[in-house]
């Protein structure tokens, strides 16, 4: 809900800023206002996230290699139902410059066309990077003109999406760690059905140990979240030990082996702080975690004010909230974080319950206000 609040501020200060009529038509088509078309009811709506609230119908101007499934991410609509209010078969994609109609109150800008002109040694990746776009797509939009060959002085054209265009050309990261993640590196989708586009690798560091740098890829907003939240937690928790980090995402988002998230760039599993004096290689049981040290890793990544949420076994939270309590933390703290004792059912606090999360915390970040197609779940 707040990410949206943002993302709907700087919607309208965009919409100022430019002072053009807003991109997308205002009144509905007249089949449409006649309800022919049902609007999709509470329970049916399959998106939470405020597309709901506040919904109205409009038209968006499907452009180049846009899908219906992109589409649903955006509006935090279904797929089905947009292919029912469009009368598209299943499977069916639009056509470039077919009117959809949509109901929904998220009204993001569409993308738009941009012109590039080559320069020595230009690729996909460096061409797209800038735009904030998938160099999968830029590559396709321009592919039978330009072919393999990526000739300087030759124009190709890349539809990027404005804010996360308007994010990278204002980027201006503190001095410091998080300056080192460069930006660009965006969430699609869903963590459990997503990508990663133009992912970033968590920075190599004395503050903590990448186990799989192979899968240690996020958003940008993700990875600084995480630079930020572990150096934090080096300076302040006055622990002497080595935290290990597991897996994050591919490169490219999508299945990783062995989990059922982690597929969008902003999950992350860290394992359990052990005590100080043990050898770092030994397995996180019990007796060797560190639990006062969890607490505050725990607390540095909610200092970010990034995180989503965090899952950790139900019984196990109290060994931390014992270490917390001994430790002069206040209750009322750490009911404000942690399900024990109140129960493994309550959802006030970040951290959740789920199975199988004994050994590692799993951080899950939000969306960042720009990520257009990135749902928050
Ligand atoms: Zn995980």
Same mark, same amino acid.
């Given at each position: 809900?707040?990410?949206?609040?943002?993302?709907?501020?700087?919607?309208?200060?965009?919409?100022?800023?430019?002072?053009?009529?807003?991109?997308?038509?205002?009144?509905?088509?007249?089949?449409?206002?006649?309800?022919?078309?049902?609007?999709?009811?509470?329970?049916?709506?399959?998106?939470?996230?405020?597309?709901?609230?506040?919904?109205?119908?409009?038209?968006? #101007? =499907?452009?180049?290699?846009?899908?219906? *499934?992109?589409? &649903?991410?955006?509006? +935090?609509?279904?797929? $089905? /139902?947009?292919? @029912?209010?469009?009368?598209?078969?299943?499977?069916?994609?639009?056509?470039?410059?077919?009117?959809?109609?949509?109901?929904?109150?998220?009204?993001?800008?569409?993308?738009?066309?941009?012109?590039?002109?080559?320069?020595?040694?230009?690729?996909?990746?460096?061409?797209?990077?800038?735009?904030?776009?998938?160099?999968?797509?830029?590559?396709?939009?321009?592919?039978?003109?330009?072919?393999?060959?990526?000739?300087?002085?030759?124009?190709?054209?890349?539809?990027?999406?404005?804010?996360?265009?308007?994010?990278?050309?204002?980027?201006?990261?503190?001095?410091?760690?998080?300056?080192?993640?460069?930006?660009?590196?965006?969430?699609?989708?869903?963590?459990?059905?997503?990508? #990663? =586009?133009?992912?970033?690798?968590?920075? *190599?560091?004395? &503050?903590?140990?990448? +186990?799989?740098?192979? $899968? /240690?890829?996020? @958003?940008?907003?993700?990875?600084?979240?995480?630079?930020?939240?572990?150096?934090?937690?080096?300076?302040?928790?006055?622990?002497?030990?080595?935290?290990?980090?597991?897996?994050?995402?591919?490169?490219?988002?999508?299945?990783?082996?062995?989990?059922?998230?982690?597929?969008?760039?902003?999950?992350?599993?860290?394992?359990?702080?052990?005590?100080?004096?043990?050898?770092?290689?030994?397995?996180?049981?019990?007796?060797?975690?560190?639990?006062?040290?969890?607490?505050?890793?725990?607390?540095?990544?909610?200092?970010?004010?990034?995180?989503?949420?965090?899952?950790?076994?139900?019984?196990?939270?109290?060994?931390?909230?014992?270490?917390?309590?001994?430790?002069?933390?206040?209750?009322?703290?750490?009911?404000?974080?942690?399900?024990?004792?109140?129960?493994?059912?309550?959802?006030?606090?970040?951290?959740?319950? @789920?199975?199988?999360?004994?050994?590692?915390?799993?951080?899950?970040?939000?969306?960042?206000?720009?990520?257009?197609?990135?749902?928050?779940?």
């Amino acid at each position: 809900m707040q990410v949206l609040t943002i993302l709907e501020a700087l919607l309208a200060a965009a919409a100022m800023q430019s002072g053009d009529e807003p991109p997308l038509e205002e009144s509905p088509p007249a089949e449409v206002a006649e309800a022919s078309v049902e609007a999709p009811s509470e329970e049916s709506d399959a998106f939470s996230g405020g597309a709901r609230e506040g919904a109205r119908w409009f038209r968006h #101007l =499907v452009v180049k290699r846009e899908t219906v *499934e992109q589409l &649903a991410l955006r509006y +935090r609509v279904k797929a $089905s /139902s947009l292919r @029912s209010w469009n009368k598209l078969d299943e499977d069916e994609q639009p056509e470039e410059g077919a009117k959809l109609r949509v109901f929904s109150a998220i009204t993001t800008p569409p993308r738009e066309p941009v012109e590039y002109t080559l320069r020595e040694g230009d690729t996909w990746v460096s061409i797209s990077r800038p735009f904030g776009a998938n160099p999968a797509d830029v590559r396709r939009y321009n592919y039978y003109r330009v072919r393999r060959n990526l000739d300087p002085g030759e124009v190709v054209v890349v539809w990027s999406d404005p804010l996360i265009r308007d994010a990278i050309a204002r980027d201006d990261p503190p001095p410091g760690p998080t300056a080192e993640v460069r930006p660009g590196g965006y969430s699609y989708g869903f963590p459990h059905r997503g990508q #990663l =586009v133009n992912g970033v690798r968590i920075p *190599e560091s004395d &503050a903590y140990v990448l +186990r799989y740098p192979n $899968s /240690s890829w996020g @958003s940008t907003w993700a990875v600084r979240a995480t630079v930020t939240a572990l150096h934090g937690f080096r300076e302040r928790s006055g622990y002497g030990g080595l935290v290990r980090l597991g897996t994050m995402s591919r490169q490219r988002g999508g299945d990783v082996g062995g989990h059922r998230s982690h597929q969008s760039g902003r999950d992350l599993d860290v394992r359990l702080p052990l005590r100080a004096e043990l050898n770092q290689q030994l397995k996180p049981s019990k007796r060797r975690v560190d639990w006062l040290a969890t607490w505050r890793l725990i607390d540095a990544f909610l200092e970010t004010g990034t995180v989503k949420v965090i899952f950790f076994d139900y019984r196990r939270q109290k060994l931390i909230y014992r270490a917390a309590k001994e430790s002069g933390v206040s209750e009322e703290e750490l009911d404000a974080v942690l399900q024990w004792p109140i129960g493994r059912g309550e959802l006030d606090g970040k951290v959740r319950h @789920s199975s199988g999360h004994t050994g590692h915390i799993h951080v899950r970040f939000t969306c960042a206000p720009y990520e257009t197609e990135c749902v928050d779940l």
